[in-house]
């Protein structure tokens, strides 16, 4: 920014203005709605994918051999 430019309230009183505008316009219970459908939709994912990684879990260790069972095999 250059130091020796003047201040000027009139952009403050713009860009306040724009965003005051811009909330009046917004529609904030549509807003609230789409929010927290993501958030539960989110939620149901992040179980979804807790599970996955809990049975992908279980069967790996299932389907490997512990080193102790492998040397009994070769007796």
């Known amino acids: 920014m250059n130091a020796n430019a003047p201040y000027s309230p009139n952009s403050t009183i713009f ?3 724009a965003l005051i ?6 529609d904030i219970s549509g807003l609230v709605d789409y929010s927290l459908k993501a958030f539960v939709g989110g939620c149901i994912w992040l179980g ?4 996955s990684d ?3 879990h279980r069967i790996h260790k ?7 069972e492998s040397k009994k095999l070769k007796k």
Request: proline share 9%.
């Open 62 to 68: 299932k389907n490997s051999t512990p080193p102790n």
């Open 48 to 51: 979804f994918k807790l599970l």
């Open 54 to 56: 809990y049975i992908s």
């Open 21 to 26: 505008n811009s909330l009046a316009l917004s």
């Open 15 to 17: 860009i306040l203005g």
